[in-house]
């Protein structure tokens, strides 16, 4: 590793301001300090009172490269210049070499493996090692690599191509030999080291006539003598949210004694923290904002800035885009295709916005988990009568079509992007409505890598779509991104984009034992004795201490005002020691910024009332008039908590259903209610039951079977394949068959009724109730029956608060209370068939107690007092619900709530578990 080259004088940052204005050539190792020395300069003649100046001549290392490069190809001798790949074309190219290489699949990761061998390829270069490389003894991997790398050659000089890792060295070799424009003068600006590969060029350039310097925002003395900054210290926070929050603060505060400043936040692992620095600076910069809800609008303006950009796949359009190339070749989740109903970004998005998010409910009924186009567009026109999309079938119709009949199997990249483009507009792409700032740059960005991702053309002619999309997609998942934003004086910056770079304040966050100093990270495709012998950086730990130790110090002489901080725990609650690397730093005491949210001040400002209201308005007449949707559900919710019965009976709330694969719990239930109706349908009694062969048995359990499947198939079409309503007849016939097995034991009786509707009255309450069997014994008493696929316990059946209402409410509030000597549930699942209930008598079912034998009964003398109560506690229940009761109320909080859907609205969780960080609420608001 060279840190410094004694044949080129070092200068400081002064004199290099003096050289840009004399036409001087800066070039720095990254972008953000190139911005940095440009915003520098520009300050500089500002203060010095000029109104006219160049444009200062810096940029990075390899933007520099291109532009020679690009200079030679426009030269009179561009005939004998190669063509330049671009980064994904040579990830292209090595792509295929590996795919065509790995003959029997050994690799599953081609595209990993792939931009490995590139950044070896680009290490070897730079460290011009290439040579020696081929004569050490290589590990199998090295050996393969060495492999794709003798391909690799081959075909870029036989097409006269050359990479960014060999265009430094083709630069230096025909420098002095093209007839480009030449720099007089090359300053080097903050590099922590320097390849040989930069070094030959440097000199090749001096021997040219140029005058080379180097330079650096703090001299190489500063760093070693006394410190810039007046105040330095460490401190240590309880969690790291807090020590976010606490910087969010402190940025706050300086930025108000004074606007002029620079503030630098510094993270190490800027691109895992990103979006809570996000959401807690945005939060504490503007706590009384709602402008961070997107309405389409012009984007607002934070005083922060985050040098990390986000994937570009991340961007909403970008996903819309992505969603609808997806579905032309795969099934997709149906998460995506939800997401891609509601996306704004397509025809119809904006005038069919409320039909499609009410088609997006009824699809989750019917969907499976993933799903085709054509399967798609089969559901929507099922379903579209509750919500019509005319324009939404219109597109997706289009886009069957287009799949069917423009698209190939496969094409060049080039003819893709075409097409690509193409269906995107018949898609109406991007959308109706006129898109913000950072909306159309992000649109701007899509076309651009559209243009790059047709010339992949040039490392490979012919790509199926399946592999044409999947590069679409890694391409925008790898290509970072970030809208362009005014100059702001906070800037939030990963470790290298901070080097070099100087603050008024800074603060550098997460300085644990874990985090820093930063790991070693040698490359596995070169030998370990190539790699110490030639000193590539980040080889062993002992190199990254020492390199880490540098910065710690150059951060130290970078502000004023210096901070340093870890957290005492991460987020999985381990412990965390300070980096060894700040242990010289003076600890300071924690003291915790004060800072005030809008909320607190506008509640200092007044005097609060608080007031406990529960009491909606009471059911109106004529609502009662009718039943009540909901059926024996209204008591039932109403009995588990009042509130959950206001918002699924009154303000008719539903959850959103999950899609499924195959068929869940309800629908099996459903399945085996409806084949046991069908198998009663045609026993109709015990005495035909017991008079049965073995041969009509099967044939009535086999049409009880089929015609349950029968039933439920037009809901579900992608279910029921063939194989599967086979196996699930066979599932059903098995349940039947060992459920008749436990009913042959019982004494006489006649099934009188299957699936029986009534429609009955609880106090002021219509219901419609359906109550699955009912069987008459010999001695003319019934026996109430509901089917249940896990055992509810007889407590159920108990209490003011019945937990199963539907056996008591149809038993007390119809004619059956006359004749009714049980209300039963009947278990039919594999394991654990039989009954449980309550019944007037003994012995009149096996298994279940008499109401006499019950301890919870012991106050009732007779089976009358026992429906007299359920009587008194139904209209208990009809009543509350009537009235308006609306309590958060839960029977049993542990119990009850658990599964319940409804806690986003009631949020009993944040009544009954506060939080005790030291960070509010608000400041994690939609964090995920």
């Known amino acids: 590793m060279i840190d410094r080259i004694s044949q080129f004088s070092e200068i400081s940052l002064e004199e290099t301001i003096n050289f840009l204005r004399m036409g001087a050539t800066v070039v720095t190792p990254n972008r953000r300090l190139a911005l940095t020395l440009i915003r520098k300069f520009d300050q500089d003649c500002v203060s010095s009172i000029n109104t006219a100046w160049y444009t200062a001549d810096v940029l990075p290392f390899l933007s520099f490269l291109e532009r020679i490069y690009s200079d030679a190809l426009y030269s009179p001798q561009a005939h004998v210049v190669p063509q330049l790949l671009s980064a994904w074309q040579e990830r292209l190219l090595w792509e295929s070499i590996i795919r065509s290489s790995d003959e029997e699949n050994r690799l599953l990761q081609h595209s990993q493996a792939a931009e490995l061998a590139q950044e070896t390829w680009e290490l070897l270069y730079s460290w011009n090692i290439i040579t020696q490389f081929a004569h050490y003894p290589l590990s199998d991997d090295a050996r393969n690599f060495l492999s794709w790398a003798n391909t690799y050659r081959h075909l870029t000089e036989s097409n006269q191509q050359i990479d960014q890792a060999r265009l430094c060295d083709w630069i230096a070799e025909n420098y002095q030999n093209v007839s480009i424009k030449k720099s007089t003068s090359v300053i080097c600006y903050g590099f922590d080291f320097f390849t040989p590969q930069q070094v030959r060029l440097l000199e090749k350039l001096h021997s040219n006539d140029c005058e080379v310097k180097i330079a650096y925002p703090v001299s190489s003395n500063q760093i070693h003598s006394d410190q810039r900054s007046s105040k330095i210290g460490y401190v240590e926070f ?36 990103r979006n809570t620095i996000q959401r807690v600076f945005t939060s504490v910069m503007y706590p009384d904002a709602r402008w961070s809800l997107s309405d389409g609008g012009a984007s607002k303006i934070v005083p922060f800035n985050l040098s990390l950009g986000l994937p570009l796949s991340s961007y909403p359009l970008i996903d819309t885009a992505l969603s609808c190339l997806s579905l032309l070749h795969t099934e997709i989740p149906f998460s995506r295709v939800s997401q891609l109903l509601q996306s704004p970004f397509w025809s119809g998005a904006e005038s069919e916005k409320i039909p499609r998010a009410l088609l997006d409910s009824e699809l989750r009924r019917f969907s499976e988990p993933t799903i085709s186009l054509r399967q798609l567009i089969e559901l929507i026109k099922k379903n579209d009568a509750k919500a019509t999309c005319p324009l939404l079938l219109q597109c997706l119709n289009q886009l069957q079509v287009f799949k069917e009949t423009q698209l190939p199997k496969s094409s060049s990249y080039a003819t893709f992007a075409h097409l690509f483009t193409e269906m995107l507009q018949l898609f109406g792409f991007p959308g109706e409505r006129s898109l913000n700032s950072e909306e159309y740059q992000t649109y701007q960005k899509w076309q651009a890598l559209l243009v790059e991702f047709a010339s992949l053309d040039r490392a490979v002619s012919q790509v199926s779509l399946y592999l044409a999309v999947t590069h679409l997609k890694q391409v925008t998942r790898e290509t970072l991104f970030q809208p362009e934003s005014p100059v702001v004086p906070i800037q939030i910056l990963g470790v290298l984009e901070a080097n070099h770079v100087t603050f008024d304040h800074l ?24 790699q110490a012998k030639c000193e590539l950086p980040f080889l062993s730990q002992s190199q990254a201490f020492a390199y880490c130790k540098k910065m710690t110090q150059r951060w130290l002489n970078s502000a004023d005002e210096v901070i340093l901080s870890y957290p005492k725990n991460d987020d999985d609650g381990n412990e965390l020691q300070a980096s060894p690397l700040i242990h010289s730093v003076a600890k300071i005491p924690v003291h915790l910024a004060t800072w005030q949210s809008q909320d607190e001040l ?34 039932k919710d109403y009995a588990a908590c009042p509130i959950r019965a206001l918002i699924k009976h009154r303000l008719n709330v539903k959850p959103l259903d999950s899609p499924h694969s195959g068929l869940n719990a309800l629908e099996r239930g459903t399945l085996i209610h409806d084949a046991l109706a069908h198998l009663w349908q045609e026993l109709k009694s015990k005495k035909n039951f017991d008079a049965l062969n073995e041969e009509d048995l099967v044939k009535i359990l086999t049409r009880s079977a089929n015609k349950a499947i029968f039933r439920m198939q037009p809901s579900k079409p992608t279910v029921f394949s063939q194989s599967f309503t086979e196996i699930e007849i066979q599932r059903l016939i098995n349940l039947l068959r060992e459920w008749l097995e436990n009913e042959k034991n019982r004494p006489d009786f006649e099934v009188t009724a299957i699936e029986e509707k009534k429609l009955i009255q609880v106090s002021k309450l219509l219901l419609n109730v359906r109550i699955d069997r009912i069987d008459t014994l010999d001695t003319d008493e019934q026996i109430i029956i509901d089917y249940k696929t896990s055992r509810p316990s007889v407590q159920t059946l108990m209490g003011d608060r019945l937990e199963e209402p539907q056996l008591p409410l149809y038993l007390v509030m119809t004619e059956a209370q006359q004749k009714a000597a049980g209300a039963v549930f009947a278990t039919i699942k594999a394991g654990e068939f039989g009954f449980s209930g309550i019944t007037k008598d003994p012995d009149l079912l096996s298994d279940v107690k008499a109401f006499s034998q019950i301890k919870e009964c012991e106050s009732f003398n007779s089976w009358a007092d026992v429906i007299a109560a359920w009587r008194r506690q139904l209209t208990a229940l009809a009543d509350g619900f009537c009235s308006g009761d609306a309590r958060i109320d839960p029977k049993s909080y542990s119990t009850t709530c658990q599964q319940c859907d409804m806690q986003l609205i009631c949020r009993i969780s944040q009544r009954t578990n506060a939080k005790t960080s030291t960070v509010p609420e608000s400041a994690y608001e939609n964090e995920g």
């Open 238 to 273: 309880a969690t790291s949210r807090d020590e976010i929050y606490q910087a969010a603060i402190w940025s706050r505060n300086r930025l108000e004694e004074n606007p002029e400043v620079s503030i630098g936040i510094v993270v190490p692992d800027l691109s895992s923290a």
């Open 507 to 530: 603060w550098i966050m997460n300085l644990s034992h874990e985090q820093w100093p930063i790991r070693a990270n040698p490359n596995p495709f070169i030998p370990l004795e190539l």
């Open 602 to 635: 506008i509640a200092q400002s007044c005097k609060l009332q608080s007031d406990s209201d529960h009491q909606v308005f009471a059911l109106s007449e004529k609502t009662l008039e009718k039943p009540l949707k909901g059926g024996t559900a209204v008591i």
